[in-house]
């Protein structure tokens, strides 16, 4: 970049705008540097430091379940804005193992990835205190880094949650019950705390029964949900809390003949035609946001380290409006 | 390794035991080995070489879309074999553009994957006869290669959409519809010569707008099946030639008065609730399948290109069952 700047007569910040088609240059310049670009065989795989190691650059998405229909869209979307930075995806699934996890982050930087994004299944990550002095680019997404201060894109949890209960009881809910994922992970904690905060907003007291965190396998929400809805004060609606706990509770709801109202953290394809009311977050936002983050880094913005948080939508379609039984 | 085999002075099979660990061989000779081994630098294509070269063994894998449901489980079957192996996975999407196949197949290549899992965009492949010559281990899966020879791991597309189509005539359609994918994908031409063969197996006339390929974009399934279902002799009944085809006729289908009988190919979550008939892919086996071809081909298994195809399944539901209005 240095002898593209030297040759058009312009400074660096200038060859960087104009690589980056970031405004604020000229025609004329633009074409300069184009030209010194041409003369130069400067290709840029985006980020300056591929260049400099003259390779492809890549970088490291470490999900939870490359299985689970929730990440296909952020994966999507942060392959996509690396192929236009010209750098490949390197994948791995922690399957909720914090040390798989460690492992697969590490193996990815002893593979010198430029960039990491991470979906944490840990939650202390003092483990990549080295590769960041080391100027490894790194993005948390979906779930916070724990003891590091990193980039982190998440979903509105609590926000999403607290909107998505605060809606069956204003159906008439009074007793209503929260099955959600394990207790170490950031949004399934979250979004409990979305759940209590709307019950008590109404002035709801919260039975021990009505609420279970733990694996999302489906006997173990079967199990919850059975016991939610024994005794002699059973829920009369559930927050299902994410995609994984819903496909469970819509089965063993569906053969209910006494109806039960559902409300699902994260959307899933075909529920328009279930009528399953969901509090939707944008997947392939979370990615994208991540990575262009990722990218603008890689790029050499010497930000702060900051924590962005996505909006929810509720989708009503008929489940979370269904009055108590 | 025919260099390293005269230099120590021993047969081929004996450094290949060497390299892979395998017992059979004296102390002094595995000396000769390694020895001749370091003298020449040799560098091998699995477990072997990472040990010697000091870095993670890597595989890639080029899918159509990250983002279709149908791939997550194969990317995770791939993934959990690759991990039993100790190696990661780089992962790339073609979006069914031949061109950005061969970019990325030759991106991993330039990167020095140990081995390519591919699901071919394009129709032919001799653009990866360098990378064969030089020791690259290849499988393709749920498509063929075309124009070179390499292990193909393959789903029964044509004897699959021949059952779900028998299953339709026993069921008393003699006007069924045919809406598949793009006319140059394999799989899109095997289920519709599947759709020909269980017509003609009957004794039934195919007429020409019961048979649309082409993009599966929800707009352009609309409008064929809009077609199918227009004018004096209607279909009665719909074969939906992948799942992407089926998310949209399944909900266009849900606003007719006229019941209309669908059979899919490939499951879909919640398909179950919706009473959706489908022949069934495995996935995941597809995935599994062709890592571990992948990986004996690594470990040096010395067998001819082979062609696998795994068998469906037909999975009655309700919409399948459906008799013609």
């Not at 795989?45 to 190691?53: F, G, Q, T």
């Not at 650059?57 to 689970?68: C, F, K, P, R, W």
């Not at 733990?214 to 927050?239: H, I, K, W, Y």
């Not at 109806?259 to 939707?280: H, K, Q, R």
């Amino acid at each position: 970049m240095k002898d593209v700047a030297a040759r058009a007569g312009v400074g660096l910040k200038t060859v960087s705008r104009v690589v980056n088609g970031e405004p604020g240059v000229t025609a004329d310049t633009e074409r300069r540097v184009q030209e010194a670009i041409e003369a130069l065989g400067f290709r840029r795989n985006d980020s300056a430091r591929v260049l400099r190691k003259g390779r492809t650059a890549s970088i490291g998405l470490v999900l939870e379940d490359l299985a689970n229909p929730f990440y296909g869209p952020l994966s999507r979307a942060v392959e996509e804005v690396a192929r236009a930075h010209g750098a490949l995806l390197i994948n791995g699934s922690s399957a909720e193992d914090p040390g798989r996890e460690q492992e697969l982050v590490l193996a990815f930087c002893a593979r010198r990835v430029d960039g990491l994004i991470v979906i944490p299944a840990g939650t202390d990550h003092r483990y990549l205190e080295p590769e960041l002095r080391a100027g490894v680019a790194t993005v948390f997404v979906d779930r916070p880094a724990g003891r590091i201060e990193v980039d982190t894109v998440l979903t509105d949890s609590f926000g999403g949650a607290r909107a998505g209960v605060a809606h069956l009881i204003a159906h008439g809910h009074r007793r209503i019950g929260f099955i959600g994922d394990q207790p170490r992970i950031h949004t399934a904690v979250e979004r409990l705390r979305g759940y209590r905060a709307a019950m008590a907003d109404a002035g709801l007291a919260v039975a021990d029964g009505w609420v279970s965190l733990g694996s999302t396998e489906p006997g173990r929400v079967r199990e919850a949900l059975a016991a939610m809805l024994a005794g002699p004060d059973p829920v009369t609606a559930l927050f299902a809390g994410n995609n994984r706990v819903t496909v469970t509770a819509v089965r063993e709801l569906a053969g209910r003949s006494r109806p039960v109202a559902l409300v699902s953290f994260d959307d899933i394809e075909l529920a328009d035609l279930l009528g399953i009311t969901v509090v939707a977050q944008d997947s392939a936002a979370l990615g994208r946001t991540a990575a262009e983050r990722l990218f603008r880094r890689l790029d050499g913005s010497g930000e702060p380290p900051a924590r962005l948080e996505l909006p929810t939508r509720l989708i009503p379609r008929g489940s979370g409006e269904l009055p108590p039984a």
